[in-house]
């Protein structure tokens, strides 16, 4: 069965610093997606990455950039330069082939001034 | 494109009201699904569909209906609301439920449901 485990439940950061939130997941299947969701709160689900399995290179969209440790099954979101707009839960979710996606618990991401 | 909408945006029953969660999108997804949020508990996937005629259950479909008779349309029917079910509501939509960038699911605003 297929489990996306993030272990943050809360992160500050500092304004124009990096931060970055942990993601690993469980799974048999050795063709997959990774995606990482934002969710601020007014409460739209926003799709900022995606990962493949077989990808060679991480993804990176803009200031937000995946670290994809295949061996170790994790796909942590990397969002450089923090602005205070970046303030909201983040979701990490997984799609095995021909199957569901499922998500994690989120983090909640405050950007301090 | 409007992308994927849903009505209504926020609604209260009473235990054992039943009621129509609608949802639409105007991409030409084959796959769109129902998720339900839960404070601490991420988003459940309720019921999805891989194309219109085709329905299946997903992790916690009970006390939940959907049908899909078109392509743009997944409706979701509370028969019997219960309690249990107060929960942000959100629909979802991929190209197809294949992987790759193009399968990325897109969500809808949610719906606000209170059962009292």
């Known amino acids: 069965a297929q489990k996306i485990t993030q272990t943050q439940p809360g992160m500050f950061v500092q304004e124009k610093e990096a931060v970055t939130l942990d993601c690993t997941y469980d799974t048999s299947d050795p063709s997959y997606g990774l995606f990482w969701y934002k969710q601020p709160s007014s409460g739209e689900m926003i799709f900022l990455i995606y990962?493949?399995?077989?990808?060679?290179q991480n993804a990176t969209e803009g200031r937000y950039s995946l670290n994809f440790q295949k061996a170790r099954k994790s796909a942590n979101l990397v969002i450089s330069a923090s602005q205070l707009g970046d303030s909201a839960m983040y979701f990490c979710a997984m799609r095995e082939s021909h199957n569901d996606m499922r998500f994690g618990a989120g983090t909640r991401l405050t950007v301090k001034p | 494109n409007a992308g994927v909408t849903q009505t209504p945006k926020f609604q209260v029953l009473k235990t054992g009201q039943s009621m129509t969660l609608q949802c639409a999108q105007d991409m030409n997804h084959e796959y769109m699904s129902w998720y339900r949020q839960d404070p601490g508990m991420g988003l459940r996937l309720i019921h999805y569909s891989v194309g219109a005629g085709i329905t299946d259950q997903g992790e916690v479909p009970n006390g939940y209906n959907v049908s899909r008779s078109t392509t743009e349309d997944f409706p979701l029917r509370l028969l019997s609301a219960a309690p249990s079910q107060t929960s942000v509501y959100f629909c979802?939509?991929?190209?197809?439920?294949?992987?790759?960038?193009?399968?990325?699911?897109?969500f809808g605003p949610g719906t606000r449901l209170l059962v009292l």
């Open positions: 990962q493949g399995s077989y990808d060679q």
């Open positions: 979802a939509s991929s190209y197809s439920e294949s992987l790759g960038q193009l399968e990325t699911q897109y």
